[in-house]
């Protein structure tokens, strides 16, 4: 398929498992081969938001995240603003988390952050921003966190929200054990997550370890939710979210409950789904010398046999009778 980088439809939501070699998959995913290709698509789809509002002469009210995984989406929206003038006077943005204690202007804040890749290059009204303020008391955490929602409220919900993951599945700072009817909060961070980000904050002793972060229950009051996904050391954690049981154990699986939710990922970020990684377990393969290989190695160390060793059956139990048809017999097909 030729790939339009400014076509947003790539990634219309659409029911996930609907076909035999998505089967186990529980969230409606599009993986692209590069991360910048796929930015530049889901950017599109909230520009066309903006400006469909807009045209309907309504605020548009987008959820954002942080991190590495948007940059490049921001990036886009910023050319987009500059060079063929799509204008944000129409956006309410409310970003997901931040750290807690957090000055604005440190550059480690997602204050600075936010105005660094997007909030200072286009024409955003500054009261139309709205960050979790991570200066807040601690007795006035509370009342700062009833008075975000009621904001969101106020301003008539979420229509759009973007999203990364962690590896420890979490979305905004929702770490594990997160409850699915949870609200804007304080929340101590996971060891992992502050691990992640100790390079940025010049050693883990420096990270902080508690934020503010929006709850999975505001998250799954958004209309529309983009969850982005790159590199292969996501891939493991976006597996088990689109293809596990729904746990708190992975906050993200909380998502499966969502009716338009669509997971953005590269190749790399997608390679262990099962129908990547195991495509035979999934449907028919165009067998290849190297996809043959894969699924041989791959079936010895399945059932801890040698290549010589492997039968009939052990093909026909692990969803390879069409390879073992085509070679005739597991004897043919081991020599």
């Not at 070699?21 to 995913?29: A, L």
């Not at 796929?38 to 950017?43: D, G, R, W």
């Not at 420890?168 to 996971?190: A, C, K, Q, V, Y």
């Not at 590269?266 to 290849?288: F, N």
Request: glycine residues 8%.
């Amino acid at each position: 398929m030729e790939l339009k980088v400014k076509d947003s439809t790539l990634i219309t939501y659409e029911p996930a498992g609907k076909f035999e070699e998505t089967r186990f998959e529980k969230i409606h995913n599009i993986s692209f081969e590069q991360s910048t290709q796929a930015s530049a698509i889901v950017a599109q789809e909230i520009a066309d938001l903006i400006r469909s509002k807009e045209a309907a002469g309504e605020k548009c009210v987008l959820g954002l995240a942080t991190g590495s995984s948007p940059i490049n989406v921001y990036a886009e929206l910023v050319r987009m603003h500059k060079e063929e003038g799509l204008s944000f006077k129409n956006v309410i943005t409310f970003n997901l988390d931040e750290y807690w204690p957090m000055d604005k202007s440190d550059v480690q804040s997602y204050h600075y952050f936010m105005h660094e890749h997007l909030f200072n290059h286009v024409d955003i009204p500054a009261d139309q921003v709205n960050i979790p303020d991570g200066t807040v008391d601690q007795e006035e955490i509370k009342p700062f966190c009833i008075a975000y929602e009621a904001k969101i409220k106020a301003a008539g919900g979420l229509d759009f929200q973007l999203l990364g993951i962690g590896r420890t599945g979490h979305i905004g700072f929702n770490e594990p054990g997160s409850h699915f009817n949870s609200g804007t909060r304080m929340i101590t961070l996971d060891y992992l997550t502050r691990a992640d980000a100790a390079g940025s904050f010049r050693g883990l002793s420096n990270v902080p370890k508690k934020a503010i972060t929006m709850g999975i229950n505001t998250v799954l009051n958004a209309k529309r939710i983009v969850l982005l996904g790159w590199g292969q050391n996501k891939a493991e954690i976006l597996k088990e979210t689109i293809e596990g049981e729904i746990s708190s154990i992975v906050p993200a699986t909380y998502l499966q409950e969502h009716e338009n939710t669509t997971f953005v990922l590269d190749d790399a970020a997608a390679s262990e789904l099962t129908r990547v990684k195991t495509p035979w377990l999934v449907g028919t393969c165009d067998w290849t010398k190297e996809l043959t290989a894969k699924a041989v190695f791959w079936l010895c160390e399945k059932t801890g046999k040698t290549i010589l060793s492997l039968t009939d059956k052990d093909y026909n139990d692990h969803g390879m009778s069409d390879l073992l048809a085509l070679q005739g017999s597991a004897y043919n097909l081991n020599i």
